[in-house]
C-alpha cells in the first residue's frame, strides 16, 4: 500500500468515526429524551431511537475494526476476534435495514389513504404489533448472520505493507445467495414500496395545491419530505448493490472497486445520521445549535 492511500484511508477512518459517532449519539440523547416523555413503544420515535443505537454500535464496530487493522492488532490475536466483529456488523447492517423498512412503513400508514384490504389490515395492525416486528427483526438479522462463524473463511496477512486489509475473508457460495436474499434483500424492495407510495401521495397532494393556487409553507415542507425520501432510497439500493458486489467479486487491494466498497461501508452510519437530521427541522435546529456551543 502506497504511504498516500495510507494516509487518506487513516484520515477517513478518523472523519467518519467522529463524524458517525457525534450524529448517531445526538441522535439517541435527543430521541431517548422524547421517548422518557413519551413512554410509548408504538411511535416513530422509539424506531428513530433504535436507529440511532444500531448505527452508533455499527460505527464503534467500523472504527474499531479499521483501528486494530491499522495498528496490526489483529496479527497478535486469535483470528477469532476479526470474525466476530465481521459477524457483528453483518447483523448490525440487516437490523439498520430493517428498522429503516419499519420506519418507511410508519410514514407511508399514516400518509397513504387507501381502501385495499390488504393496506387496510396493515395499518390496522402495525402500530400495535410495532415493538414486536423491531424485535423479531434483530433476532432475524443475528439468526440470518450466525452461520457466518462456520461459512466464512479466513486469513490473517503477516504484509506490512498492507495493514489496513490484513484480514482476507472469503465466504462460501452456498451461503451467500440465502443469506443476502434473507437477510438483505427482504427489507430493501418493502423500503422502497413504502416510500414509493408514500412519494406518490405527496407528489399528488402537491399537483392539487397548485391546481388550486394554493401557496403555504407547507407545500415547501412536503418538497423537503419527497427530496429526503428519494435520498434515502438512492442510499439503501446504492448500499445494497455494492455490499452485494463485494461479497459476489473478489476485490484486488486497493483497486477502484475496493476504494467504492470501503467508503462506502464506512460512510453508511453518517449517512443514515444526516438523513434522520436533516428529515426533522427541529432536530437539525438543535444539532446547529449544539455545535455552535
Same mark, same amino acid.
Given at each position: 500500500?502506497?504511504?498516500?492511500?495510507?494516509?487518506?484511508?487513516?484520515?477517513?477512518?478518523?472523519? +467518519?468515526?467522529?463524524?458517525?459517532?457525534?450524529?448517531?449519539?445526538?441522535? $439517541?440523547?435527543?430521541?431517548?429524551?422524547?421517548?422518557?416523555?413519551?413512554?410509548?413503544?408504538?411511535?416513530?420515535?422509539? #424506531?428513530?431511537?433504535? #436507529?440511532?443505537?444500531?448505527?452508533?454500535? &455499527?460505527?464503534?464496530?467500523? +472504527? %474499531?475494526?479499521?483501528?486494530?487493522?491499522?495498528?496490526?492488532?489483529?496479527?497478535?490475536?486469535?483470528?477469532? %476476534?476479526?470474525?466476530?466483529?465481521?459477524?457483528?456488523?453483518? *447483523?448490525?447492517?440487516?437490523?439498520?435495514?430493517?428498522? @429503516? !423498512?419499519? %420506519? /418507511?412503513? &410508519?410514514?407511508? *400508514?399514516?400518509?397513504?389513504?387507501?381502501?385495499?384490504?390488504?393496506?387496510?389490515?396493515?395499518?390496522?395492525?402495525?402500530?400495535?404489533?410495532?415493538?414486536?416486528?423491531?424485535?423479531?427483526? *434483530?433476532?432475524?438479522?443475528?439468526? #440470518? *448472520?450466525?452461520?457466518?462463524?462456520?461459512?466464512?473463511?479466513?486469513?490473517? /496477512?503477516?504484509?506490512? +505493507?498492507?495493514?489496513?486489509?490484513?484480514?482476507?475473508?472469503?465466504?462460501?457460495?452456498?451461503?451467500?445467495?440465502?443469506?443476502?436474499?434473507?437477510?438483505?434483500?427482504?427489507?430493501?424492495?418493502? !423500503?422502497?414500496?413504502?416510500?414509493?407510495?408514500?412519494?406518490?401521495?405527496?407528489?399528488?397532494?402537491?399537483?392539487?395545491?397548485?391546481?388550486?393556487?394554493?401557496?403555504?409553507?407547507?407545500?415547501?415542507?412536503?418538497?423537503?419530505?419527497?427530496?429526503?425520501?428519494?435520498?434515502?432510497?438512492?442510499?439503501?439500493?446504492?448500499?445494497? $448493490?455494492?455490499?452485494?458486489?463485494?461479497?459476489? @467479486? /473478489?476485490?484486488?487491494?486497493?483497486?477502484?472497486?475496493?476504494?467504492?466498497?470501503?467508503? !462506502?461501508?464506512?460512510?453508511?452510519? +453518517?449517512?443514515?445520521?444526516?438523513? %434522520?437530521?436533516?428529515?426533522?427541522?427541529?432536530?437539525?435546529?438543535?444539532?446547529?445549535?449544539?455545535?455552535?456551543?
Amino acid at each position: 500500500m502506497t504511504s498516500l492511500m495510507r494516509i487518506i484511508k487513516f484520515i477517513l477512518i478518523i472523519v +467518519t468515526g467522529m463524524s458517525g459517532n457525534y450524529l448517531n449519539s445526538f441522535i $439517541v440523547v435527543v430521541y431517548f429524551g422524547i421517548w422518557r416523555r413519551m413512554s410509548d413503544w408504538c411511535n416513530h420515535n422509539v #424506531i428513530l431511537l433504535v #436507529i440511532g443505537l444500531v448505527n452508533l454500535s &455499527y460505527q464503534w464496530c467500523l +472504527t %474499531l475494526d479499521n483501528v486494530f487493522k491499522y495498528l496490526q492488532i489483529y496479527e497478535k490475536f486469535d483470528q477469532k %476476534l476479526c470474525l466476530f466483529l465481521f459477524v457483528l456488523q453483518f *447483523t448490525l447492517v440487516g437490523a439498520s435495514l430493517w428498522n @429503516t !423498512t419499519w %420506519l /418507511s412503513i &410508519y410514514y407511508c *400508514t399514516r400518509l397513504v389513504s387507501s381502501t385495499q384490504r390488504l393496506f387496510v389490515m396493515i395499518k390496522e395492525k402495525f402500530f400495535s404489533l410495532l415493538p414486536q416486528l423491531m424485535a423479531g427483526s *434483530t433476532l432475524w438479522s443475528v439468526i #440470518i *448472520t450466525l452461520p457466518l462463524f462456520w461459512a466464512k473463511n479466513m486469513e490473517i /496477512s503477516q504484509n506490512e +505493507t498492507n495493514d489496513l486489509d490484513i484480514c482476507s475473508y472469503k465466504v462460501d457460495p452456498y451461503y451467500i445467495i440465502p443469506g443476502l436474499v434473507l437477510g438483505f434483500l427482504l427489507p430493501v424492495p418493502m !423500503t422502497c414500496v413504502s416510500i414509493g407510495l408514500s412519494v406518490r401521495t405527496l407528489v399528488r397532494h402537491i399537483w392539487r395545491m397548485r391546481r388550486s393556487h394554493l401557496m403555504s409553507p407547507q407545500l415547501q415542507g412536503h418538497f423537503q419530505a419527497i427530496r429526503i425520501m428519494m435520498i434515502r432510497v438512492f442510499c439503501e439500493i446504492f448500499f445494497f $448493490v455494492i455490499i452485494v458486489i463485494g461479497n459476489f @467479486t /473478489s476485490l484486488s487491494s486497493n483497486s477502484t472497486m475496493e476504494i467504492i466498497y470501503w467508503i !462506502t461501508v464506512l460512510f453508511y452510519p +453518517t449517512s443514515q445520521a444526516l438523513i %434522520l437530521v436533516l428529515g426533522n427541522s427541529k432536530i437539525k435546529k438543535k444539532l446547529c445549535n449544539s455545535l455552535m456551543l
